[in-house]
């Protein structure tokens, strides 16, 4: 079951619930409100993915032996 980030809007109080993606948002530990806000974050990646993710964040990269293509002095660094 995958776990989700809450934040209750009222106390502000921040926690993790184990539930489906289809129930409705958990009580607040604290406070006892209905938690309203769901904090988006990026997963984490693990095994093929994480390879994979790194392969297409190296294939962005520009090599080392490519000519920069500015002209000198643009200021950004590759020379």
């Known amino acids: 079951m995958p776990i989700y980030d809450y934040q209750c809007t009222p106390c502000k109080l921040q ?11 958990p009580d607040c530990p604290k406070c006892g409100s209905i938690a309203e806000k769901v904090i988006l974050s990026a997963p984490a990646v693990h095994g ?8 297409a964040m190296r ?21």
């Open 15 to 25: 926690f993790e619930a184990h539930q489906s993606i289809n129930s409705p948002a």
């Open 48 to 55: 093929n993915m994480a390879r994979g993710r790194d392969l």
């Open 59 to 79: 294939s962005l990269q520009p090599k080392p032996d490519q000519a920069h293509g500015h002209p000198p002095g643009c200021g950004c660094g590759h020379h």
